[in-house]
């Protein structure tokens, strides 16, 4: 007689060893892209309240995508972005292949698997949010699950946790207390990353001169979100912004 069972569980390894292989690497697309931008799904930030409430998460990514987008960000903070987990799901049911970065205040491995599970690629960790030994355990839990990670930093002191080889280095531009954004923080850092740190700008970003002195400075992605949310078209914002590079 047939074992029903052993015959499930071996197409549920089938199928989550196809799922595994279909993760994109955020890493390998900004590295083999000319822009490196990092394209953000972004509702609503703490500073600015709404910025675009009625913003669709199966039509805004997708433009995205279509326009030139080395990667996505997408929000799922709900409380003070507006974001949801399901915005990933619905980006991906529109037909977005291209890596999404789960953006959010991760601080426990529940988060991870909720990341996973929406169809998300890679994972923001900041360590400002983090003591580094905390961050090492998330780096090696998000990793087992097959999640890439972009380490966030904006401080001189934080840049040690770059010593726990995220796939990517983030800096970002935005003083997470205070809000004020200063782009010359990400040429002030820069220099102080490991050599072979794939480096992503973050935040502040409005003008496509500034994403060619970051490439110089050796920045290789670009995460923008406003500067194309609060226009009537992101996509179509993020298309001219490109054919400015």
């Known amino acids: 007689m047939k074992d029903i069972l052993s015959e499930i569980v071996a197409h549920k390894r089938e199928e989550l060893a196809l799922m595994k292989s279909k993760k994109i690497s955020l890493r390998d697309s900004l590295l083999a892209s000319e822009s490196g931008i990092i394209a953000e799904f972004k509702r609503r930030s703490p500073s600015k309240g709404w910025i675009k409430e009625e913003g669709r998460a199966d039509s805004i990514p997708l433009a995205y995508q279509q326009n030139g987008a080395a990667a996505l960000s997408i929000l799922t903070d709900k409380h003070y972005f507006g974001g949801h987990d399901d915005f990933i799901r619905q980006a991906r049911q529109s037909?977005?292949?291209?890596?999404?970065?789960?953006?959010?205040?991760?601080?426990?491995?529940?988060?991870?698997?909720?990341?996973?599970?929406?169809?998300?690629?890679?994972?923001?960790?900041?360590?400002?949010?983090?003591?580094?030994?905390?961050?090492?355990?998330?780096?090696?839990?998000?990793?087992?699950?097959?999640?890439e990670v972009l380490l966030e930093m904006h401080t001189e002191m934080e840049l040690e946790y770059a010593e726990l080889e995220p796939d990517l280095c983030g800096i970002n531009n935005r003083n997470?207390?205070?809000?004020?954004?200063?782009?010359?923080n990400s040429f002030r850092l820069a220099e102080r990353l490991p050599n072979d740190a794939v480096k992503v700008s973050e935040s502040g970003i409005s003008n496509p001169d500034t994403v060619r002195l970051l490439r110089q400075a050796g920045f290789r992605g670009f995460l923008i979100g406003e500067t194309f949310m609060k226009t009537p078209h992101p996509g179509l914002a993020l298309k001219d912004f490109i054919a400015q590079l």
């Open 95 to 147: 037909g977005v292949t291209l890596p999404i970065l789960y953006k959010n205040f991760v601080i426990d491995e529940m988060q991870l698997y909720e990341a996973v599970l929406c169809g998300a690629s890679a994972v923001l960790l900041i360590a400002a949010c983090l003591s580094k030994q905390r961050c090492k355990t998330l780096i090696d839990t998000a990793h087992a699950l097959g999640l």
């Open 176 to 184: 997470l207390g205070s809000f004020v954004t200063d782009v010359d």
